[in-house]
Each structure stands twice: as C-alpha cells, then as structure tokens.
DNA sequence: ACACGGCTAGACCGATTGGTCCAGTGAGGA
DNA sequence: TCCTCACTGGACCAATCGGTCTAGCCGTGT
C-alpha cells in the first residue's frame, strides 16, 4: 500500500490519512504508522518537528484537497446544480465501498478527536469552510435562490449520509442522498 | 460532576459516556476515568470483567437509552410529526450547548472508534437501528406517506447538522434542520 | 577530493497505557 | 456472633505510548 517511489513525507502523509481515518487520531500508534508507511522515526521528527501532531494537521489537509477537488470535478462539468450533487454522491458512494466502508471522515477522525488543542479544531473548520465554499460558488454559478444554505445542506446530508452508510455497511444511502436535497426543483 | 451518592457502577457508566464523547475511545485513559468516577480500579474489573470495552458498550447503550427517551418525549405530545421534529431539534440545540459544544455523537465516539472488534461496529448500528425504528413508529403513526425514508432522512440530518454545529460552534445549524426535511408539507 | 547538509536509521527514554491480583472492608443472613 | 460474599482500594506488571538524540549515509556544490 502507498507505494514506494513516493517521496518519505508523502509516504508518511499518506499512510497517516488513511490509518486516521480508520482508527482515529488516539487510535494510531507512531509506531504502527511508521512500519505502514516503511519510514524510520527520525523521518518523522524531521519533516514534522512537532511530531504526530504536525502530521495530522498535513494529513487532514492533503485528504480535504482530494476532497475539494472531487467537488469541482463534479459541479465544473455539470450541467445543472442537481447533475453536480448527482455525480458528487456518486463519488463519494464509491470512494466509501473503496475505503472499506469503516472509515471516518478524514477530518473529524483526524482533528476533532485529536488532542484538545484549540488550533486543532479551528483548522478543521477551516477545511470544511473550504468544502461548503466551493459548494457555494457552484451554487451561485447556477443561479440557485439561496446558494449558502442549499452548500450547508448538502455538507450535512453528506456528512450524517456518510455515517448511516457506515453503520448499515452500504453505500445506498449515500447514492440516496440527491433526492433529499429540498433544491431538487428541476430549473 | 456526576454526584457521589450514585452507585459506583452508574457513576462509571456515566463518565465514562461523558469522558469518550468529548475525547473518543482511545483518547480517555483509564486512569483519567477512574479518577473522574472517583472509583479504584477494583471496582471498574468487578463490574465490568472485560474493562474498558464493556464499559463502553455499557456507556453508549446507557446514552443511546436517553436519546430513545428524547425522541419518544418530543413526538408523543405532538399533533403532528413536524412539531416532533421541531421539537427533538429543539431539545437536542439545548443539548449541544450544555455539553459544550465539542462533544461528539455518543455512540460513533465511543463504538467507531474503538478496537476493530466487529462486535463494537454490530453493537452501534443495533443502537442507531432503535433510533430510527422509533422514528419510523411515531411518523407511521401520523401517517406520513414514507415513514421509513422520513426517519433515515431525519437521521442523517441530525447526525450531520451535530456534526456541521460543531465545527461551527452554533447550535443555530440545529434548530434550522427541521426546515430542510422534504416531509416538510403541512398536512 | 572534500565538506556540507538534508535525510535516514534506530537505540533509548520516562510516562502512561490497559490489565491482573489480592488483601481488606463492611453490610446482611444464619 | 460469626460467616459470607459483593465490593473496594491500590500495588504492581509488561507493553506501548510519543518524543529525543546521535551516528552515519549519500547526493550536491565547490
């Protein structure tokens, strides 16, 4: 897994987002990471001074780019409003059935439960902020009569569709979702 | 917090629901447990044989029984299934600033993220399952055209909207959610 | 040819983890 | 009165935690 021409802090960056998301910031040993992504401690503590800490924080970003990125790749060619959320769900249904469907949002695995620390969760709003902003631009593109609301509407069904679709191990509900979404209105 | 003449075992039950909602499974430590129940580690092995992990099954059952009892509160004085919605959301905005707002949802905090034991994943969706069940009762008792579909979709919301709320530390994206659910026409 | 510096490798550290074990302790029944 | 047993209190344990530190590897510039 993750192979091994990738450079060690890609490699670590990696490794880290997906073992956070399976098992939680407290969930993953140092120890464990670093025999998943083949890469001594010393690594590490060179490329993150700070430690599991700093590579969290980098962790969660790099997942929350692929995020952001799978968004604009469904909205740009899109249509409609609607055909955006369509494929989005899409994605994501089958980004889950890949991921083993146990898995947590990267971010809330990775920063909500990390360590107290205040930066922690500000930075994870920050990420979804980027989320539901992109969303909101589409939104807009499209002439949607209230763009903002409609973004944080479809952030929660993805997010609580993620976690039903997680307890029933399968990704319908996720495929579901676009017709729960009141902007279903067809202009 | 969590006053002393409880029994020893309640008084684990409920910190430790308290203490695995605001850090996760893995991120409370026996110890810190222990010292907030203020009960010796004897007690905790008396009461619960295989430690922590029976504990924790026993402190999300304990929490999911408080929502089942929030859910039938909120719809069985209503005159309609709308005003239970409005109301459960109300009851849970309240809920959300009492805890602090960092708090995560009780059984995914504590059941998700714990060991990979698939007993633990088993045991959450049996818990989320009561939930939605209990929606679908009160929303078949008020004839709703699609119970099962309105409880999934009330779900997601809650689950998302909780989640949106937190990182936004405003319950405000809770007492909204009523007025994002498609059964929302006023028959 | 040599020195420099980014990077790797892993031994080592004290603290803390979840868990075991047993000697009390004290209320209730005989 | 004494026995019993559910329960408490905490010493103790190996394992693991996150983190530090230093020795050396190796590509690059001069």
Redesign the interface.
């Known amino acids: 897994m993750t192979e091994r021409p990738l450079p060690t802090k890609d490699r670590l960056i990696r490794t880290a987002a997906e073992l956070f998301q399976?098992?939680?910031?407290?969930?993953v040993g140092l120890s464990e990471l670093l025999a998943a992504a083949d890469a001594p401690k010393g690594s590490l503590y060179h490329h993150f001074p700070n430690g599991k800490s700093d590579l969290a924080i980098a962790a969660a970003t790099w997942a929350s780019d692929g995020m952001l990125r799978m968004i604009a790749a469904s909205f740009e060619p899109a249509d409609s409003f609607m055909e955006g959320v369509e494929t989005l769900c899409h994605k994501i249904a089958k980004l889950f059935d890949k991921s083993g469907r146990?898995d947590?949002?990267p971010i809330?695995?990775t920063l909500?439960?990390g360590p107290?620390n205040t930066s922690f969760?500000d930075h994870?709003?920050h990420l979804?902020k980027g989320w539901i902003s992109e969303v909101t631009h589409h939104a807009r593109r499209f002439g949607l009569p209230a763009p903002e609301e409609t973004a944080?509407?479809l952030?929660?069904?993805?997010?609580?569709?993620w976690?039903?679709a997680?307890?029933?191990?399968s990704s319908d509900?996720l495929r579901a979702?676009p017709g729960?979404l009141?902007a279903a209105k067809t202009d």
Chains 1, 2 share one sequence.
């Open positions: 399976r098992s939680g910031y407290h969930g146990w947590t949002c809330s695995a909500f439960e107290d969760r994870a709003y979804y944080d509407t952030f929660i069904l993805l997010q609580g569709g976690q039903l997680r307890a029933r191990q509900v979702l729960k009141p």
